[in-house]
């Protein structure tokens, strides 16, 4: 993954060059986020956010290994034990504010991280593996989320988890025994709680390893950049430290300022009440939300209400809503424009700011209660969803007419490119 | 390098028999032993796979949840009650006559999941609407099992989660659910005892 214009590894004290040669763990850090990695010099705080979502995934495992030698993971205390956690374990309240707003801070910084990609052209070619490494992580992180939030076992838990799972049961014929497969029962119970613990345990780790693909992936073709243009020479890159090790610890104070806010003056906000009141397999919360982070795609999931085709609204409902996720695994083969950043694209720029605003309104309807208004803007938004990637997207990447290019990021940054030979004498 | 007619170094091995010395001679020893021990080892593994997979399904104190028997003489004409069965809400109702004509005056050929009244309920017993408490589209509760709470348009239940409407026969009018509410097993063991389960 070496560059031409990266510069090489030369330990220099004994002990370093015998690490070298035995363990050359010094060796890849320096490839890594050292002198070893040349990073375009244009980067903006856009960049930041992929970083911060490591570091966001590191809060996450540090304090879910602390949360779980204080959690017991049985029905008829999992409850008490998350208030026992709450009351009485030694700083254990900051412990679970941390990790519960953590996840929603790991989703905040990762959606920027996904638009900063859509925008950039993140996912074009040679990125390709980056993006769909990154889609898996984005599932993982979703299943991950999802199991983590039924633990606590209040009402939108134990609801949760029996909506959820009732999406496999839209499955024709197997549905049903799918389900209780995966329940291990005919309603959330025990068994369930248990394994939703044991793989909210594994899951990080696992989302931990493909991260590390993700990074290997981006550091074969090298970051990507606001204008899009590939690096042409040395004078386009600056070396990651200290320059962007800087720029991100500049990222991650605000970031941890931000968190701080959060954990420490509303630590309730993004949550829901009801998950204050333990599960009751008998009665339903009057209104069923997720976490917001999955507020669009659960509008998506309620945007089919009758049947058509001869296919229920239900299985309609779960297909779009899995296939609107699915949909971006094809991303880099839809837009075939061959201009990465939208920048250049003045058509796809108008468009990728109208699909933010359409996946804002469709959170806003995925809170909001399943009746109109709500209903019909849901189901325009997610039509919207589907337009924007199937047709709009082929169909700029033909028509367009991107803005002039300029000749390096060098050229980009100063106004002239000095190392560049002149094109005019 | 020792030749195969120069056997002189004790520690010498023969040469190993190799793809050319036996070229187009048709199938080989080791093609048989090789295809046998990945068959071999196939189906272990698969076999391995089958208890790995198993141990998800409900286990024997979940399914033993067999039956309980519920003492319907207190409800009222127009109520009804929740009971737990494996779990889950079961909907106990007693129809009043006028919820009961207003099912039957549904065509069933206009309903999405087409059932009579009569099909859901015992003979003798078509006051008594039992059914799992439990929507088909996606597992919540529906509202309408107390007089007090909202049935919806058509008067049944109602689940307030996704917009589901079902009638006083619990059947599927309106919403995303696919099916009607289901109908458990059960048996009337006395005019004022039923068995579920």
């Known amino acids: ?425 | 390098m020792a030749t195969p007619e120069n056997h002189e170094d004790p520690n010498e091995r023969p040469p190993v028999i190799g793809p050319e010395h036996d070229e187009g001679q048709g199938p080989r020893r080791r093609d048989f032993l090789n295809i046998a021990a990945v068959a071999f080892a196939g189906v272990g593994g698969a076999a391995v796979l089958i208890p790995l997979v198993n141990q998800m399904n409900p286990s024997a104190d979940v399914l033993a949840l067999a039956s309980i028997e519920v003492d319907i003489s207190k409800i009222e004409s127009g109520s009804g009650i929740k009971v737990s069965w494996r779990k889950q809400p079961v909907f106990v109702r007693n129809l009043t006559p006028k919820e009961i004509a207003e099912a039957d005056a549904v065509p069933v050929s206009s309903l999405r999941d087409p059932e009579t009244l009569e099909q859901r309920t015992k003979p003798g017993h078509k006051n008594w609407l039992i059914t799992l408490g439990v929507c088909t589209h996606l597992g919540c509760v529906p509202l309408g099992i107390s007089p007090e709470e909202n049935r919806g348009p058509y008067g049944g239940y109602f689940c307030p989660c996704h917009g589901s409407q079902y009638d006083t026969a619990a059947r599927i009018r309106g919403g995303p659910a696919p099916k009607n509410l289901f109908v458990p097993e059960y048996a009337f063991k006395s005019p004022t005892t039923v068995q579920i389960g």
Request: hydrophobic residues 50%; aromatic residues 18%; glycine residues 8%.
């Open chain 1, 1 to 425: 993954m070496s560059f031409p214009w990266a510069e090489h590894y030369a330990p220099k004290h004994p002990l370093m060059r015998y690490l070298d040669e035995k363990l050359p763990l010094p060796r890849l850090v320096y490839n890594a986020v050292g002198a070893g990695y040349p990073v375009p010099r244009n980067l903006n705080y856009f960049w930041n956010f992929g970083v911060l979502a490591g570091f966001a995934l590191t809060i996450q495992i540090v304090t879910g290994i602390i949360l779980a030698m204080h959690y017991a993971a049985n029905g008829t205390v999992a409850f008490d034990s998350v208030e026992h956690i709450m009351r009485d374990v030694n700083s254990g309240w900051m412990l679970r504010y941390m990790h519960a707003n953590g996840a929603s801070f790991f989703f905040i910084v990762v959606y920027m991280h996904i638009f900063r990609g859509l925008y950039y052209g993140s996912y074009k070619a040679p990125r390709e593996m980056v993006w769909l490494l990154g889609v898996v992580i984005f599932l993982l992180m979703m299943a991950t989320a999802f199991m983590g939030y039924v633990l606590p076992w209040g009402q939108m838990s134990f609801w949760g988890a029996q909506v959820i799972t009732g999406f496999f049961s839209a499955i024709p014929v197997v549905g049903e025994p799918i389900r209780q497969w995966l329940l291990g029962g005919f309603a959330p119970d025990n068994a369930a709680l248990n394994r939703f613990f044991s793989l909210h345990y594994l899951l990080p780790f696992v989302i931990a390893a493909v991260i590390i693909l993700h990074i290997w992936a981006l550091h074969i073709p090298g970051s990507n950049n606001p204008t899009g243009v590939d690096v042409k020479g040395p004078q386009d890159t600056v070396p990651f430290h200290p320059y962007y090790t800087a720029k991100d610890g500049m990222g991650l104070g605000v970031f941890l300022i931000c968190y701080s806010l959060v954990v420490f003056f509303a630590p309730n906000a993004l949550g829901h009440p009801d998950n204050y009141i333990p599960a009751n397999p008998l009665t339903t919360p009057a209104h069923i939300v997720p976490e917001w982070y999955f507020w669009p795609f659960y509008a998506i999931l309620r945007a089919f209400t009758v049947n058509f085709l001869w296919i229920p609204a239900k299985l309609w409902g779960v297909v779009a809503m899995f296939s609107a996720i699915a949909l971006l695994f094809f991303l880099p083969w839809i837009d075939r424009s061959p201009i990465r950043s939208a920048n250049y694209r003045p058509m796809y720029r108008i468009a990728f700011w109208v699909l933010v605003a359409d996946v804002l309104v469709l959170g806003w309807v995925g809170k909001s209660p399943a009746e109109e208004p709500y209903v019909r803007i849901g189901q325009f938004c997610a039509a919207y969803y589907f337009f924007h990637f199937l047709i709009l997207v082929p169909l700029i990447a033909k028509f367009e007419k991107p803005l002039p290019l300029p000749n390096s990021i060098t050229e980009a940054v100063l106004g002239h490119d000095p190392e560049a030979a002149p094109a005019v004498a």
